[in-house]
């Protein structure tokens, strides 16, 4: 009996050393549009950290030599939120403003996020709408909905009010909570231009 017990015990033990030398199973890089959906899912983070940590090289790469904006996105949020390399607030920041200056409406709406909020830099409500007004052009919702709530509270230029009320007016959401909000905060920012100018923002956008 205590032979039989000794025999298990040494061949659990075996099969835990084989496993644990078995190679991790290697991890696909992302396209460009698997990545964009992460990111406007927010799950991109978790997804470097559900893949091991194995694509960081890769993605050092892609944002620094290749410039691709996507990956620069997400190589700035790692750096920034610490998720498999070492912290660094500055250079994270950095990648996020290429891949804006690039036009990702993600990186553009992030940072205008960030700079309204005080997130990683200081706040600045003059550079928050700069962010946002690009990123809402290119129809990120949640841009969109920041730019108005900005505009109501008395930030940016009343010249501005129109554009924004158009894309706001016209976006498309099927969550209710969420309408409700962008009909009460499109009620507010109505009533800082004349009728005729709601009246317009309101005509069917070409496309």
Same mark, same amino acid.
């Given at each position: 009996?205590?032979?039989? =017990? ?44 559900? +893949? +091991?940590?194995?694509?960081?090289? +890769? ?20 750096l920034a939120y610490n998720v498999c390399v070492e912290r660094d607030v500055e250079l994270g920041v ?21 700079? +309204? ?26 841009? $969109?909905?920041?730019?108005? $709530? ?5 930030y940016g230029s009343p010249h501005d009010y129109e554009d924004a009320y158009r894309w706001l007016f ?32 309101? =005509?069917p956008v070409d496309n």
């Amino acid at each position: 009996m205590r032979f039989l =017990l000794i025999s298990c015990v040494l061949i659990a033990m075996t099969l835990g050393v084989a496993r644990a030398a078995e190679p991790l199973e290697a991890v696909q890089l992302y396209t460009q549009d698997e990545l964009v959906k992460l990111i406007r899912k927010n799950a991109h983070l978790k997804r470097i950290k559900d +893949d +091991d940590c194995q694509l960081v090289q +890769d993605i050092a790469a892609r944002a620094s030599k290749m410039q691709l904006p996507t990956y620069q996105f997400l190589y700035g949020d790692m750096l920034a939120y610490n998720v498999c390399v070492e912290r660094d607030v500055e250079l994270g920041v950095y990648y996020m403003r290429q891949a804006a200056e690039q036009g990702l409406a993600e990186a553009l709406e992030q940072l205008g996020r960030y700079y +309204d909020i005080g997130r990683l830099v200081q706040a600045d409500k003059a550079t928050a709408i700069i962010y946002l007004r690009e990123a809402a052009a290119q129809g990120n919702l949640r841009a $969109k909905m920041r730019l108005v $709530k900005l505009y109501n509270q008395g930030y940016g230029s009343p010249h501005d009010y129109e554009d924004a009320y158009r894309w706001l007016f016209h976006a498309s959401v099927a969550d209710r909570g969420q309408h409700k909000k962008i009909t009460q905060q499109l009620a507010l920012l109505a009533k800082k231009m004349p009728d005729s100018v709601v009246a317009r923002a309101r =005509l069917p956008v070409d496309n």
